[in-house]
């Protein structure tokens, strides 16, 4: 069975996020909350932890996983960015937002876009999320915490575990969390462009 803290949503706990990071070390697959839904997470060299997410969400190969950062100098690190997308990583980050972009040398291929190069990422507004990255020193591979057949991603800390209890690691608590994911920004092309409208306001991007 999956280990279950109770964390702080405003103030985590240190001692439980040095006890996440571990896990998330040792191999294991997570259940933590960001600032649009819950998220199922693992380390970036973490292939079987990956495949783990893949099976849970029900997903195949071509299913695209996002890292999430602890700021912009990290989506720096793991892809190319210009000066004209950094302007709009600056104004809108951290926040409920993902960016596709064009991958740096640092993300393994089996992550990328297999027609494009291209990877997702983002940071977002949360303090567990913040608490976490800080602790790991590195992103965390991330996908939805949807569910194969359900019209949301679950959102009650409660029901994650009576369903996902044994096929995760830890589940991090922080309460309700939402159910919108995030607006989703193509900056990899000349055009900027939005290919899904979520919690991110679209009116802040200037486009």
């Known amino acids: 069975m999956a280990q279950y803290f109770s964390v702080h949503p405003d103030n985590p706990q240190p ?5 996440a990071v571990k896990i998330l070390r040792n191999g294991g697959v997570i259940v933590y909350p960001t600032d649009s839904c819950y998220a199922l997470g693992c380390m970036l060299g ?6 783990r997410i893949r099976a849970i969400r029900g997903v195949d190969e071509r299913h ?31 926040g409920s937002y993902t960016f596709i972009l064009e991958a740096g040398k640092e993300v393994p291929k089996r992550l990328l876009h297999p027609k494009r190069s291209t990877i997702g990422l983002r940071v977002p507004e949360h303090p567990v999320v913040a608490a976490l990255l800080a602790e790991l020193g590195e992103p965390i591979l991330s996908a939805t915490l949807a569910l194969p057949g359900d019209d949301y991603p679950l959102n009650d800390p409660e ?5 996902l209890g044994k096929q995760v690691d ?5 309460g309700f969390c939402g159910i919108e994911p995030t607006t989703v920004i193509d900056l990899s092309g000349e055009a900027f462009e939005v290919v899904r409208q979520g919690k991110g306001d679209t009116s802040r991007l200037g486009l």
Do not use: W
């Not at 029901?159 to 369903?163: C, D, G, N, T, Y």
């Open 159 to 163: 029901e994650i575990r009576e369903r």
């Open 64 to 94: 695209h996983f996002t890292l999430v950062c602890r700021d912009l100098s990290e989506i720096a690190h793991y892809a190319r960015v210009d000066n004209r997308q950094y302007r709009l990583l600056k104004g809108v980050t951290p």
């Open 170 to 174: 830890l589940i991090l608590d922080a």
């Open 46 to 51: 973490n292939k079987q932890g990956m495949e």
């Open 15 to 19: 001692r439980l996020i040095r006890e």
